[in-house]
C-alpha cells in the first residue's frame, strides 16, 4: 500500500470526538538563539514534550537545506529533547519516501526554518510526507512551529512578495496558497524591522474577513486554532481586524491607492492574547478587552 493511501486509509479512522487539533509556533523570525537568552525555542520544545520530544527540522524552506536543519538540531539538542530528525526534502520527489512518513509518524512535533515559503509549499504540499504532517496536525494533535518563511507558510493565504516602502496598492503585493494549517489567516514576518504594515492593509482590504497578524523578529505567537493565541517573546505582533465601513478595492486598478475606513488594528506585546472566536484582544490577566461603543 503507498503513503498516499494509507493517509486515506487513516483519515476515517477517528471518530469526531477523539480528534485534536495541533498547537502552532509562528514565529516571527530572527529569534534568539543564545541557550543563555532564547525564549521562544525552548518553549517550542515544551509545547512537543519537553524532554520526550520528538522534532523534525525541515529545512525545505532554505537553499541550504542541510546545512538549515543542522543549525536547528544542535539548539534542540542543547535545549534538550529525545530525538531531532532531518528529512532532508530538497526536491518533490523526496516527499515520496515511506521512511519520512513514518518519521512524522513518530515525531511530536514538526519545525520549519526560515527560506522561501512558495519553496516550501512547492516542494511538500500534497505529497505523501506533507499530507502526513497535515493529517497529523488535524487529527492527532502534533505541534508545528516555524520561523520567517516557515511561519508565513503555515496560514491559509501566504504572502511570497511585497514592496516594504511602497504604499496601500494591489500592486505591492503578490499572495498565494499557503500550507492551511491556520485557516482564515494571513501572517506576515519580520513585520516592523521590515516595514510591512501597508502590504497587509492591501490584503485585508481584499478580504475584511481574513485575519491579518503581523509578527515582529523575536517575537512568537502559540496559536489554538479556533479558540486563541498568546504572544511570547521580545516585541510586538499586530493584530489587523475589524468590520471595514468602505472599501474601493472592487473597483481599485493595480497601482491605484487603496481606500480602506474604519479598519481596526491591535498592539499586543508579550503576555497579551487574541480570541479568535469573538475576535477580541485578551489582556495578561485573563479578561477580554470589550467592543468600542
Known amino acids: 500500500m503507498s503513503a498516499a493511501t494509507e493517509v486515506e486509509k487513516r483519515k476515517s479512522a477517528f471518530p469526531e470526538g477523539e480528534r485534536k487539533i495541533g498547537r502552532l509556533l509562528v514565529i516571527g523570525g530572527n529569534e534568539d538563539k543564545d541557550e543563555d537568552t532564547m525564549v521562544i525555542l525552548p518553549h517550542f520544545v515544551e509545547m512537543c514534550g519537553g524532554k520526550k520530544a520528538r522534532i523534525i527540522v525541515c529545512g525545505t524552506p532554505s537553499a541550504e537545506v542541510a546545512k538549515k536543519e543542522r543549525t536547528y538540531r544542535k539548539l534542540f539538542e542543547k535545549i534538550g529533547v529525545a530525538e531531532v530528525m532531518e528529512p532532508d526534502v530538497t526536491r518533490r520527489p523526496d516527499g515520496d519516501d515511506v521512511e519520512l512518513v513514518e518519521m512524522v509518524r513518530r515525531a511530536t512535533g514538526i519545525f520549519f526554518t526560515g527560506g522561501d515559503q512558495l519553496r516550501l509549499t512547492a516542494i511538500v504540499a500534497g505529497t505523501p510526507f506533507g499530507n502526513e504532517i497535515r493529517h497529523r496536525i488535524f487529527n492527532e494533535g502534533l505541534v508545528a512551529g516555524g520561523t520567517s518563511a516557515g511561519a508565513a507558510a503555515m496560514s491559509s493565504t501566504m504572502v511570497i512578495s511585497g514592496s516594504s516602502s511602497g504604499t496601500v496598492r494591489r500592486s505591492d503585493v503578490g499572495l498565494a496558497p499557503g500550507l492551511?494549517?491556520?485557516?482564515?489567516?494571513?501572517?506576515?514576518?519580520?513585520?516592523?524591522?521590515?516595514?510591512?504594515?501597508?502590504?497587509?492593509?492591501?490584503?485585508?482590504?481584499?478580504?475584511?474577513?481574513?485575519?491579518?497578524?503581523?509578527?515582529?523578529?523575536?517575537?512568537?505567537?502559540?496559536?489554538?486554532?479556533?479558540?486563541?493565541?498568546?504572544?511570547?517573546?521580545?516585541?510586538?505582533?499586530?493584530?489587523?481586524?475589524?468590520?471595514?465601513?468602505h472599501t474601493n478595492a472592487p473597483e481599485a486598478g493595480d497601482d491605484d491607492i487603496i481606500a480602506l475606513t474604519d479598519s481596526a488594528m491591535h498592539v499586543l506585546p508579550a503576555g497579551y492574547g487574541f480570541d479568535l472566536r469573538t475576535k477580541r484582544p485578551i489582556l495578561p490577566n485573563g479578561e477580554r478587552v470589550p467592543p468600542k461603543r
Open 180 to 245: 492551511g494549517y491556520w485557516r482564515d489567516t494571513v501572517v506576515d514576518t519580520h513585520f516592523s524591522q521590515r516595514g510591512r504594515v501597508s502590504r497587509m492593509l492591501v490584503i485585508f482590504s481584499h478580504n475584511p474577513q481574513v485575519l491579518g497578524i503581523g509578527i515582529d523578529e523575536d517575537t512568537a505567537i502559540e496559536v489554538q486554532p479556533g479558540d486563541r493565541f498568546t504572544v511570547l517573546g521580545n516585541a510586538a505582533v499586530f493584530v489587523f481586524d475589524g468590520t471595514v465601513t
